[in-house]
């Protein structure tokens, strides 16, 4: 099923798979103690700001794997600038993505709003596309796709985060994975361009 955000439903107990990186001690909240850095804006390129964004949001919405995608004019599109977990077959199908791409980002990009799909499996738009068969395939069931937006609206990317097993996500993490988004947002526009 697929949803416009709206306020959410208490999320299910469930515990999320093991990733080191998020149990290995002393490093919970490093992410995103990174990314708040007012520093980070003073010397920061696009990549870095890409991965550094990734990072902080994956650990805000305990997500398994994720990406982000920077817009592309002459692609016509999202290019993906950062990502975590993926292997070449997804990295190659959504290497660009367009607004009419049945992708959740390529949604949540038309709408110029966040989407998410709790079960990709389900999804009535993903049904019988190639789409759902690299998502399946890079064991993806739940995505969540938050537009990357400048002062003005301006899209400049897109933030993604993704889950192995069906997940509601966490109403704590809507209300922060916005503000995060828009920092981003505001940090990609300061950027020099390439």
Not at 5 to 21: G, M, N, Y
């Amino acid at each position: 099923m697929m949803d416009i955000l709206e306020p959410a439903h208490p999320p299910r107990e469930q515990p999320p798979p093991s990733r080191a990186f998020h149990r290995m001690p002393g490093t919970r909240g490093s992410s995103l103690r990174v990314f708040l850095d007012p520093g980070l804006g003073l010397s920061s390129d696009r990549q870095r700001v890409a991965e550094t964004t990734l990072d902080a949001a994956i650990e805000l919405a305990d997500a398994d794997m994720g990406n982000v995608q920077l817009t592309d004019p002459e692609a016509g599109g999202l290019r993906i600038a950062a990502q975590r977990g993926f292997g070449e077959p997804f990295l190659r199908f959504f290497e660009v993505v367009r607004d009419e791409d049945g992708s959740v980002c390529g949604r949540a990009m038309k709408q110029i709003a966040p989407m998410m799909v709790r079960d990709v499996a389900l999804d009535p738009d993903l049904a019988g596309t190639p789409t759902l068969r690299i998502l399946l395939g890079a064991g993806v069931r739940t995505v969540h796709s938050t537009p990357l937006l400048d002062e003005t609206g301006t899209m400049l990317g897109m933030l993604s985060v993704h889950y192995r097993e069906v997940r509601q996500f966490a109403e704590v993490s809507q209300r922060l994975m916005w503000p995060l988004a828009r920092r981003a947002g505001r940090l990609l526009r300061a950027c020099p361009p390439g």
